[in-house]
């Protein structure tokens, strides 16, 4: 949905007519609906207050970001269905529209490095990411002096490519979220899959100091601790941390009790991965460090 079509979608909701919505120096709001016109922000609040809504619900309708939207779409369906020929299709061609853009803006950067760490094992058309690729990146997102939800999408998806010097740059710079209760939902689940993933490398890489120091920093911060999952994982990794750590049975009960919880709340596949990681660790702490690849990590949100 446009926000042309919010605007209609919420005047017939009211019953109102198109003159009941006209505010006074717009003459053509007609043409607005009809998608003819272009909407300026500074007529978005006056359109809501005629039609009696927030901004924020006038926007969400709207689906201002319907580009990204349909991005995630298809790389969840594309996840789910990898052997889809159609859905191979659509991914693909974005690729190959956004590999032909000489100067990407930060969503088109997103997109492209996001298809390319996701399925460059998947579909053969997609290169793997380079080292000059990870440097490239890195570089982008520590010179940034404000980060969006296209900047916590870009590094949520390239993180198993960047060392640990590099993640606690990254760190250091995207965290804590700035602005946290003026961003949108999106915005707040990347940042908080990043620092996931972030605490997931260290564990990989065997450095549990680091893993406990980047909990008590996402624990500083309270709108993502009051995102009861994103809370629960923290506790979850903070004791598989200590155990691997210290090797205490007691931390080795406390993470199978939260593995307990993750198989009755979520779906089996979840259910799956975390379960197959802690295997792995709790057998051999060194499995992913070894394996010189992160594919069977999942990137969870």
Known sequence: MTIHNSLKFFRDKR??????????????YSRIEAGKARVSEEHI??????????VSELILYSGFDSDIKEFQNDINAALKQPESTQLQKKIIDRYK????????????????????????????????????????????????????????LLALNMTFYYSSDQLLSISKTMFPLQDPDKRPVDTI?????LMINIITMQIYNMDYSAVIQYIN???????????HYYRFLMEYYKHLAKYLQ????????????YLNIIEDLYDPNTYESFISEHRN?????????????????????
């Open 45 to 54: 609040k006056p359109f809501a207050n005629k039609l009696s809504v927030s």
């Open 189 to 193: 689940k990347y940042a908080n899959s």
């Open 97 to 152: 529209k956004l590999s032909k853009i000489s100067t990407r803006n930060n969503m088109e950067l997103s997109m492209y490095y996001t298809i390319i760490a996701i399925f460059s094992n998947v579909y053969p058309d997609i290169p793997e990411i380079c080292d000059k690729d990870i440097l490239y990146t890195f570089l982008h997102l520590i010179n940034l002096d404000y980060y969006t939800q296209f900047d916590y």
């Open 281 to 301: 660790l709790i057998n051999n702490p060194r499995y992913y460090l070894d394996l010189k690849t992160f594919e069977s990590a999942k990137i969870r949100s």
């Open 217 to 227: 920093l996402a624990e500083k911060q309270k709108l993502a601790m009051e995102n």
């Open 15 to 28: 019953n109102l007519a198109q003159k009941d919505v006209t505010i006074s120096d717009i003459s053509n």
């Open 246 to 257: 210290n090797r205490e049975e007691s931390e080795l009960n406390k993470t199978k009790q």
